[in-house]
Nanobody
Framework: QVQLVESGGGLVQAGGSLRLSCAAS????????MGWFRQAPEKEREFVGA?????????LYSDSVKGRFTISRDNAKNTVYLQMNSLKPEDTAVYYC?????????????????WGQGTQVTVSS
């Protein structure tokens, strides 16, 4: 079992930055691929990005955030981060951290076994 707790959400103006953190507890954090998803009101949950568990980490981003968002992980701290720069109003959503023991960097919500409770990010125009 893995428990995930997100933090760092809030209200920011367009063009600003936020850094989300996801702290994991449980066993073998370093063996899980960690993903970030988001869900805006009345929309489906959307893949943001993911970082694999392997020693040579693979990182995948959605096209909508590529070049603006950066994912990183610190296995010593059991934490994964999402640095969000140049934020836009359309980035407004609840952001979720997720974990999977599947190989690679899957981008579908159904590929992930464990989820955090989410943190709200609101970008004002």
């Amino acid at each position: 079992q893995v428990q995930l707790v997100e933090s760092g959400g809030g209200l920011v103006q367009a063009g600003g930055s936020l850094r989300l953190s996801c702290a994991a507890s449980g066993r073998a954090f370093s063996s899980y691929t960690m993903g970030w998803f988001r869900q805006a009101p009345e929309k489906e949950r959307e893949f943001v990005g993911a970082v694999s568990w392997s020693t040579v980490s693979r990182i995948l981003y959605s096209d909508s955030v590529k070049g603006r968002f950066t994912i990183s992980r610190d296995n010593a701290k059991n934490t994964v981060y999402l640095q969000m720069n140049s934020l836009k109003p359309e980035d407004t959503a609840v952001y979720y951290c997720a974990a999977t023991n599947r190989f690679g960097v899957p981008n579908g919500p159904s590929d992930y076994n464990y989820w955090g409770q989410g943190t709200q990010v609101t970008v004002s125009s």
